[in-house]
């Protein structure tokens, strides 16, 4: 963002600002839930993509030989580990990699034999450097099953939970209906030959997730609001109210963070993107969208994704807020910038 905007700090701060008022984030830190830890270790392995691609995999795709480091390639490898052993969705991230990667080739009309040759070599360094990480925990799945398993044995049940004849979009108890320590084994196999057998209902529990994925509520937020009478307030609100300086009724009405809504965010962040693009066309400048945004929505898309593979939870969806938030202060950065600055950075 700083090679193509002089408000990058701005846009950071504004991400920041969104999520420091989103109340999802507030609920999910006080809850024993991978996701904070999730969410962390996720937005780390974006971070070092992103150093990768500017840093080390441009000089490798450009049209002069130099030096680079794999320096944040191997960050990004590690996290990408770590991230997986923590939530092992992350697993496909490598792909979106690539197509973001070629899109950016496209844009820019480089050479696309020398760029498949550095994404085959430094894809092969990222998945040794994964399962790397990954070793002790495949060793100690070895030694307890006697298979060899990747991180954990979840994936094909919970693929069936989403594939079956019970299968309403989110989670349900498939336990009473089957053998749950089959699946294990024959989960992801049964799950697709249910898909394969039912097209029409798996179109319909699509578009379900879709519009779960994207308007449903979440029953945590409900929960904070009615029992815990939870606001976001000024600091010392209990004291000015009991030394009399302030009435509660006063203080409540006057200050009060706005309560940001998902639907909010992703609506948002639609209207800059289209801004976005416009001031890119104007500015003849559109292989930037293939810069930092095209990434981050990307890795939206891809939370997106895996809710479409597997099934919805508004847990799963809070992945994808920090990344709306990062790609609105992004966007709006971009069209505030003069179009001579853009063009600058070409």
């Known amino acids: 963002l700083e090679k193509y905007s002089d408000f990058h700090k701005e846009a950071g701060l504004l991400a920041g600002l969104l999520m420091a008022i989103n109340p999802r984030m507030q609920v999910y830190t006080n809850h024993i839930y991978v996701e904070t830890v999730f969410i962390t270790i996720y937005l780390a392995v974006i971070y070092f993509a992103m150093k990768y691609f500017k840093h080390e ?19 990004y490898s590690f996290f990408l580990g770590i991230g997986n052993l923590t939530r092992p969705v992350l697993l496909l991230i490598p792909g979106v990699m690539i197509v973001f990667i070629l899109l950016y080739i496209a844009a820019r009309r480089l050479d696309i034999r020398k760029a498949l040759k550095t994404i085959a070599l430094d894809g092969a360094v990222t998945f040794a450097i994964m399962l790397t990480v990954l070793s002790p925990w495949i060793i100690r799945n070895y030694t307890a099953t006697g298979r060899f398993i990747l991180v954990d044995t979840n994936g094909p049940i919970n693929f069936y939970i989403a594939h079956n004849p019970l299968a309403n979009g ?12 089959r699946l294990y084994d024959t989960g992801y196999r049964e799950g697709l030959d249910y898909m394969s057998k039912n097209l029409s209902k798996e179109i319909s529990l699509s578009r379900l997730k879709q519009r779960l994925f994207l308007h449903h509520g979440d ?10 009478d939870r606001s976001y307030r000024l600091p010392l609100y209990g004291s000015l109210i009991k030394m009399g300086i302030v009435r509660k009724a006063t203080l409540e009405s006057f200050y009060k963070f706005p309560q940001m809504s998902f639907v909010f965010l992703w609506k948002a962040a639609l209207i800059f993107l289209g801004l976005f693009i416009l001031r890119l066309i104007l500015s003849r400048s559109f292989y930037v969208l293939f810069c930092e945004p095209a990434w981050i929505i990307g890795n939206i898309l891809y939370i997106n994704l895996i809710i479409q593979i597997f099934y919805f939870a508004p847990r799963y969806r809070i992945a994808a807020e920090p990344f709306l938030c990062i790609l609105i202060g992004v966007l709006i950065a971009g069209v505030l910038t003069p179009s001579s600055r853009i063009n600058a950075a070409d």
């Open 57 to 75: 995999l441009t000089i490798k795709l450009g049209r002069h030989k130099a030096y680079s480091t794999s320096r944040y390639l191997i960050l």
């Open 170 to 181: 989110q989670w349900v108890d498939v336990k009473p209906h089957t053998d749950i320590n």
């Open 219 to 228: 029953f945590h937020i409900t929960e904070a609001k009615e029992h815990l």
